[in-house]
């Protein structure tokens, strides 16, 4: 697990969003992870920039949502599918028939979650996870005691999540109970992993994530049996780590290593 910390939520999107834009040149029919939630805003809109600017296109890219409340149809403004057209496909060249949100409203989730395991692998598997955090240590909605090795399943949501995206519905709607998530198994299949976690709210789930144990409490732990996981943070999500000043000593050892390559 790789830990980089920057200065705030701004450079945290601005170093997630090059390492997108790298794979993009390198692979122009990638295949991304998406996430939803606050903190991934500012990295899709660095990358929205990008490809109005010309830089990067997005249109061989075909992609997967982590996650999707159950029995919200994908037009209600609260349902990920939404969220995803709104803050970032309406904005860039992809082929919205490319792009894939587990569907919340399936007749039959569990006939739908097989065959959206499926529709990953017949895509070649995921290149790039992006992943949240939540305060918990939920990835995607995998809650605390997920078995570590799920596959995308229905899955219901703790009081503490519910709380948490309470934020998100008015007054006296009806919030979902329950969603379809990746599991952590499938999450672990990604070849590369870009976690973003921003503000001291995070700070107990970035330490817990980082420093283990790693355990079904913390689901995020698990990536620390991942290959190749980036964790990027502003101070304040670093703020509980025992430690923070090793991880900026290797990443300046890692980016003049880099530097020492590129020349
Ligand atoms: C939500 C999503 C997660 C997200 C997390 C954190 O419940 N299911 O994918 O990472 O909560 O959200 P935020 O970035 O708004 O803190």
Known sequence: MKVVIQDDADAVAAYGAEIFREQLQK????VFGLATGSTPLRLYQQLIQSNQQGDISFARVRSFNLDEYMDLPPD??????????REFFDHIDIDRDNTQVPPGNA????????NYERAIQDAGGIDIQLLGIGRNGHIGFNEPTSC???RTRVKTLTR???EDN?????DG???PQLSITMGIGTIMEARLIVLLATGEGKANAVKAMVEGPMSAWCPASALQMHPATVV??????????TDPGFFKHIEQHNQALLARIKA
Do not use: W
């Open 232 to 241: 990027i943070v502003d101070e304040a999500a670093a703020s509980g780590l």
């Open 76 to 85: 209600h403004p609260q349902s990920y599918r939404h969220f995803m057209d």
């Open 166 to 170: 309470a934020r998100f519905f008015s």
């Open 107 to 114: 007749d039959n989730p569990m006939i739908a979650c097989r």
């Open 173 to 175: 709607e009806t919030q």
């Open 27 to 30: 692979k122009p029919a990638s």
């Open 148 to 150: 570590l090795a799920s």
């Open 160 to 162: 503490e999540t519910i």
